[in-house]
């Protein structure tokens, strides 16, 4: 990066960190701390929430998914919309009306200490590993286009927002993630007028979808019917989307404590409904673009040779190894595959403008894209079976193609966005695994018979310190992780769908208590692990299985097993 792309980076952490600090004053108790007194506007929980669902992943590798596989990945969110409209009626005028701290404390005046121990437990495991993850996803950046040792770069990451997150907590939290998400924002679509802006003379913005579109990126509804009907392991399809998505998506806001802490902040029910309602209205068509995004750069790449990998320091290793022979004749046939590609848009192009499709140009670039994906592929597999590191670039594409094309300053700014984007996600999510540890572990096990409220206030700024230390060691160990936006939805699935799958027995099931609940929710979570494990399931569907595997479990082992008499509280 230039000087100046230096200082615009300094300069936006540091004001993000100076202005978190700032806003840290806060009550120094419980309520105060992880709360910030219930006072917020449904204006802040709306970007306090889509703040902390929008990570450094959704912008670092949701483009570079598009680029791969297309814009079905948004097919993902059809079902938040609906999802939203369900909290909003049920979960939330529950959450406000006992007061709580955490999604945790009802299911201990619902059923029993275990049933809450436990299902804050599968939280604190899945949101833990996830943070972790979301400190990675930035940190790669540096670490391979700058050269930075990645150890020491996770703990940059980590280490700069938990300065502002153990200090302000939630206040700090949500009055930075406003910024935060703001300056995120202009930033992509920034960055989308430039990828339009770089396009040869005389090429605009339809004549791109229209390359995108033919090339199958633009591919946001399938069905996930194939000849032989249809493909259960298809991740993302419209079905996969609107049912697994809803109960992943229900699941996610209804009871992780890092959405659930978001909405639990505002100053009255109607303030929390709206926030989420407004989040399910924004975003799909958030997504939409962001993926976009990815399809545009796709189509740049048309015009100008993409490298044969986006993970550069990949491409070096192997080149200082006894496959650099092999190496050079597949980069010097990527090469003349990307000068063929680039002769056929333009052709491809020409036509379009002149009212004539040329069927066999556009089946030529089909099968010249094809030939170059799979030398990308070859390469991945040489490189898998020759050198340690992440093979798969899917997450280095849209840096790659802001460092290597983005003007002096911009890239600053946007390598920035990705740092800003992480730490809203993380911060919250650093707030949330502190606020369950202390209402629900700490204070139930450790610390029975009561403190003041600074005691309160003083042993919450430890843990959230711990389980910002900890994010940081599992950071350590998330390289070779594939896509890292689906690898977070994946740790969210194997979860997700039990603890759904309480809350609703909770909500819903008024004759099931808690013995018969608190096994069918171990027994259905030993199912989960297995199927994904063992089978070829789309992880979306995870979710269905767990929340209906619950309920569905619960009524059994309750009608078999467990009288009213035995399974009443304890």
């Not at 093979?391 to 094309?405: C, E, G, H, K, M």
């Not at 502190?434 to 600074?454: E, L, P």
């Amino acid at each position: 990066m230039s000087p100046l792309d230096w200082i615009v980076l300094a300069v936006t952490l540091s004001g993000i960190i100076t202005y978190g600090l700032y806003k840290s004053k806060t009550t120094k108790n419980l309520e105060g701390y992880f709360l910030s007194n219930r006072s917020f506007s449904s204006s802040l929980i709306l970007l306090s929430v889509m703040g902390t669902q929008a990570s450094a992943v959704t912008f670092l590798s949701a483009p570079g998914q598009a680029y791969t596989d297309g814009m079905r990945f948004v097919q993902y969110y059809l079902g938040l919309p609906l999802a939203m409209v369900v909290l909003c009626i049920t979960f939330v005028p529950i959450f406000h009306k006992l007061k709580v701290y955490t999604a945790y404390e009802y299911l201990e005046k619902r059923f029993d200490s275990k049933t809450r121990t436990f299902t804050a437990g599968l939280f604190l495991l899945q949101r833990g590993l996830s943070t972790g993850i979301s400190i990675y996803a930035p940190s790669i950046i540096l670490s391979s286009l700058f050269g930075w040792n990645i150890y020491l770069t996770n703990i940059f990451m980590g280490g700069l927002l938990i300065i502002y997150t153990v200090s302000g907590g939630a206040r700090a939290v949500a009055y930075t993630q406003q910024f935060q998400f703001i300056i995120i924002i202009l930033g992509m679509v920034t960055a989308a007028c430039m990828v339009v802006h770089l396009l040869p003379d005389g090429v605009g913005l339809m004549d791109t979808l229209r390359v995108s579109g033919r090339l199958g990126k633009l591919n946001v509804i399938t069905s996930g019917v194939k000849e032989q009907g249809f493909d259960w392991s298809d991740r993302y399809n419209i079905w996969s989307g609107l049912i697994g998505g809803f109960f992943l998506a229900l699941s996610y806001f209804g009871t992780d404590q890092s959405q659930v802490g978001r909405y639990l902040t505002a100053r009255s029910v109607a303030e929390s409904r709206l926030g989420l309602l407004l989040n399910g209205m924004i975003k799909v068509p958030m997504q939409f673009c962001i993926l976009l995004v990815g399809a545009l750069i796709f189509t740049f790449y048309q015009f100008n040779q993409a490298p044969l990998s986006f993970n550069q320091s990949m491409v070096e290793k192997v080149s200082a190894t006894p496959k650099a022979d092999s190496l050079r004749h597949m980069q010097a046939e990527y090469s003349a595959l990307s000068e063929q590609k680039r002769e056929l848009v333009h052709s491809f192009i020409r036509g379009h403008q002149q009212g004539m499709v040329d069927e066999a140009v556009s089946a030529e670039l089909k099968k010249v894209n094809a030939a170059t994906d799979q030398l990308r592929t070859h390469f991945k597999t040489m490189a898998r079976n020759t050198v340690a590191g992440d093979a798969n670039d899917t997450n280095y594409i849209f840096l790659r193609f802001v460092v290597d094309y983005m003007p002096k300053g911009l890239v600053g700014l946007l390598i920035a966005i990705i740092f800003l984007a992480a730490w809203g996600s993380i911060a919250a999510a650093l707030n949330s695994l502190a606020s369950s540890t202390v209402v629900d572990i700490h204070k139930k096990f450790f610390q029975k018979g009561g403190c003041t409220d600074r005691e309160d206030y003083s042993i919450s700024k430890w843990y959230t310190l711990g389980w910002g230390i900890f994010s940081i060691a599992v950071a350590q160990f998330a390289g070779n992780a594939g896509s890292l936006i689906e690898l977070v939805n994946i740790l969210g699935s194997l979860f997700y769908g039990v603890i759904l799958g309480i809350f609703l027995v909770a909500f819903y099931c008024k004759n099931i208590y808690g013995n018969a609940t608190f096994w069918s929710a171990v027994l259905v979570e030993g199912v989960v692990m297995i199927l994904f494990w063992q089978s070829d399931l789309g992880f979306l569907w995870l979710n269905v299985i767990g929340a209906v595997g619950v309920v569905l479990a619960s009524y059994l082992l309750h009608a078999t097993l467990f009288s009213k008499r035995l399974s009443a509280k304890t």
